[in-house]
């Protein structure tokens, strides 16, 4: 179910009403609504692939609590069973066909021909995300930064809560769990934050991302038949559409989750007005960098070894980090490459931290230049965009629809005031419409619905399904 149909927006109401007309003293019991509600909203895209998420959930919550009874190696041993366990769901749905490709691709190139073919393999949607937050569960315990939860409904919940199920925020267990457990009350100005983070997500989603996406897709799906011009305004604009798309759908996430309640940690941060690398990595996709960092970055050694091993930690983390993203060598290049910026920025810096201005439109520039392997279909269709962008062949770029030209100009201008706005005035989205007064709160929210409603065109994916 997406966040921006009519499925949802007739299944939410009904699930808060019931929600909220059930006693706060009465935790078990909302949290059964939530877990059932969960399942209906991942089940409404394929109710087969619920058994992979109740598997992991079942595996998940006894692993935890085996830890918690052992030492030494049979606690480790347990661990293994859960890291495993999920690296194992990772691997057999979402890589499974990539290595055999990979593998008969490096046959096919020294004359083997294998024996063997790929399978037709549906990727399950949300898995990287549900996946990663199950095993940071068992991984906590085990470091005995958290104990287990011996309630099963609280942590069936805590997998699968609907408004961070597919695309994350991947929330951790010491921030969620103890919420689910507790009473949640309501409150007036929770409320307000949550519904105004809401319509900021669908304004992002659906004015801004959308329409880039409709004026663009032609010229990334057909990159040779378009001059110079078109690329740099396609390679330009995807920057703004995957950042308002997906920060689009963390708002929606967010915000529903505070409309029940919850409080999720912030997932975005106005990534594009970062002065370096290691910044934008601290705004951009909050919980994935942090949940890289603290299991896999620090693990690994992080910078506690000397300056090349610490070179090699940050190249792993996002070599892997971009694999996360996808079965792609064109994602693992993407990854690769963030991580190589990052290690040179130990090191050096891009510009004197005086012209940080011009920092911030480098690290525009090289973000955006890095995202053509994301969006790309194929390394084929990569250098071409990235040839195109170097021959100088201007003239005049496709423009399309004229209508969704203007759309796209006014959508991004509206939304890119706003986020200045936000970053000049240090204000965090999260909690905002709980400041403002009601002669604001009102006609911005009006403004908000009814552009929604003017652009809204159909219930599009959201890029991060994919994955």
């Given at each position: 179910?997406?966040?921006?149909?009519?499925?949802?927006?007739?299944?939410?109401?009904?699930?808060?009403?019931?929600?909220?007309?059930?006693?706060?003293?009465?935790?078990?019991?909302?949290?059964?609504?939530?877990?059932?509600?969960?399942?209906?909203?991942?089940?409404?895209?394929?109710?087969?692939?619920?058994?992979?998420?109740?598997?992991?959930?079942?595996?998940?919550?006894?692993?935890?609590?085996?830890?918690?009874?052992?030492?030494?190696?049979?606690?480790?041993?347990?661990?293994?069973?859960?890291?495993?366990?999920?690296?194992?769901?990772?691997?057999?749905?979402?890589?499974?066909?990539?290595?055999?490709?990979?593998?008969?691709?490096?046959?096919?190139?020294?004359?083997?021909?294998?024996?063997?073919?790929?399978?037709?393999?549906?990727?399950?949607?949300?898995?990287?995300?549900?996946?990663?937050?199950?095993?940071?569960?068992?991984?906590?315990?085990?470091?005995?930064?958290?104990?287990?939860?011996?309630?099963?409904?609280?942590?069936?919940?805590?997998?699968?809560?609907?408004?961070?199920?597919?695309?994350?925020?991947?929330?951790?267990?010491?921030?969620?769990?103890?919420?689910?457990?507790?009473?949640?009350?309501?409150?007036?100005?929770?409320?307000?934050?949550?519904?105004?983070?809401?319509?900021?997500?669908?304004?992002?989603?659906?004015?801004?991302?959308?329409?880039?996406?409709?004026?663009?897709?032609?010229?990334?799906?057909?990159?040779?038949?378009?001059?110079?011009?078109?690329?740099?305004?396609?390679?330009?604009?995807?920057?703004?559409?995957?950042?308002?798309?997906?920060?689009?759908?963390?708002?929606?996430?967010?915000?529903?989750?505070?409309?029940?309640?919850?409080?999720?940690?912030?997932?975005?941060?106005?990534?594009?007005?970062?002065?370096?690398?290691?910044?934008?990595?601290?705004?951009?996709?909050?919980?994935?960098?942090?949940?890289?960092?603290?299991?896999?970055?620090?693990?690994?050694?992080?910078?506690?070894?000397?300056?090349?091993?610490?070179?090699?930690?940050?190249?792993i983390t996002m070599f892997l980090g971009g694999l996360w993203h996808g079965s792609s060598w064109n994602f693992v290049v993407w990854g690769s490459l963030h991580g190589i910026l990052l290690a040179v920025e130990k090191r050096f810096n891009l510009i004197p931290?005086?012209?940080?201005?011009?920092?911030?439109?480098?690290?525009?520039?090289?973000?955006?230049?890095?995202?053509?392997?994301?969006?790309?279909?194929?390394?084929?269709?990569?250098?071409?965009?990235?040839?195109?962008?170097?021959?100088?062949?201007?003239?005049?770029?496709?423009?399309?629809?004229?209508?969704?030209?203007?759309?796209?100009?006014?959508?991004?201008?509206?939304?890119?005031?706003?986020?200045?706005?936000?970053?000049?005035?240090?204000?965090?989205?999260?909690?905002?419409?709980?400041?403002?007064?009601?002669?604001?709160?009102?006609?911005?929210?009006?403004?908000?619905?009814?552009?929604?409603?003017?652009?809204?065109?159909?219930?599009?994916?959201?890029?991060?399904?994919?994955?």
């Amino acid at each position: 179910m997406l966040f921006n149909s009519l499925a949802f927006l007739l299944f939410f109401p009904l699930v808060f009403i019931i929600y909220w007309a059930i006693p706060t003293k009465k935790v078990k019991l909302q949290n059964l609504v939530l877990l059932l509600a969960s399942y209906v909203f991942y089940g409404w895209w394929d109710w087969r692939f619920l058994s992979l998420i109740a598997f992991s959930t079942l595996v998940d919550f006894f692993i935890g609590l085996a830890i918690s009874k052992h030492e030494g190696r049979k606690r480790h041993f347990f661990l293994m069973i859960s890291v495993f366990t999920n690296l194992g769901l990772l691997g057999v749905f979402k890589y499974f066909n990539f290595f055999i490709e990979s593998f008969l691709a490096i046959g096919e190139s020294i004359g083997y021909t294998p024996g063997f073919t790929t399978l037709n393999i549906i990727l399950p949607v949300g898995i990287s995300f549900y996946t990663f937050q199950t095993m940071s569960y068992s991984i906590d315990i085990y470091r005995k930064e958290i104990s287990p939860t011996k309630n099963f409904i609280a942590f069936a919940s805590f997998v699968a809560l609907f408004p961070q199920l597919v695309a994350g925020p991947i929330e951790r267990a010491s921030n969620l769990v103890p919420q689910l457990l507790n009473q949640r009350y309501w409150s007036h100005n929770k409320f307000k934050d949550g519904f105004f983070q809401i319509l900021v997500g669908f304004f992002r989603k659906v004015v801004v991302a959308d329409s880039i996406g409709s004026l663009i897709d032609g010229i990334y799906n057909a990159p040779d038949i378009h001059n110079a011009t078109s690329i740099v305004m396609a390679v330009v604009l995807y920057s703004f559409q995957i950042y308002f798309d997906f920060s689009g759908y963390s708002d929606i996430a967010i915000g529903t989750a505070k409309l029940l309640g919850f409080e999720f940690k912030p997932n975005f941060n106005l990534p594009y007005f970062s002065s370096s690398i290691t910044e934008f990595w601290r705004r951009w996709h909050i919980s994935l960098s942090s949940w890289l960092r603290d299991y896999l970055y620090i693990p690994l050694g992080g910078n506690r070894k000397g300056l090349v091993k610490q070179y090699r930690n940050l190249f792993i983390t996002m070599f892997l980090g971009g694999l996360w993203h996808g079965s792609s060598w064109n994602f693992v290049v993407w990854g690769s490459l963030h991580g190589i910026l990052l290690a040179v920025e130990k090191r050096f810096n891009l510009i004197p931290n005086k012209y940080r201005f011009f920092n911030n439109i480098l690290v525009f520039a090289i973000v955006t230049f890095i995202w053509i392997f994301f969006r790309s279909l194929s390394f084929h269709d990569t250098e071409i965009i990235i040839s195109k962008l170097f021959s100088f062949d201007y003239g005049k770029p496709f423009i399309g629809n004229i209508s969704i030209f203007a759309t796209v100009v006014y959508g991004l201008l509206v939304a890119l005031i706003f986020d200045t706005f936000l970053f000049v005035k240090n204000i965090r989205l999260e909690s905002y419409g709980s400041s403002l007064k009601v002669w604001w709160y009102v006609p911005i929210t009006c403004f908000i619905i009814i552009n929604t409603i003017l652009f809204y065109s159909d219930a599009n994916n959201f890029i991060y399904f994919q994955f």
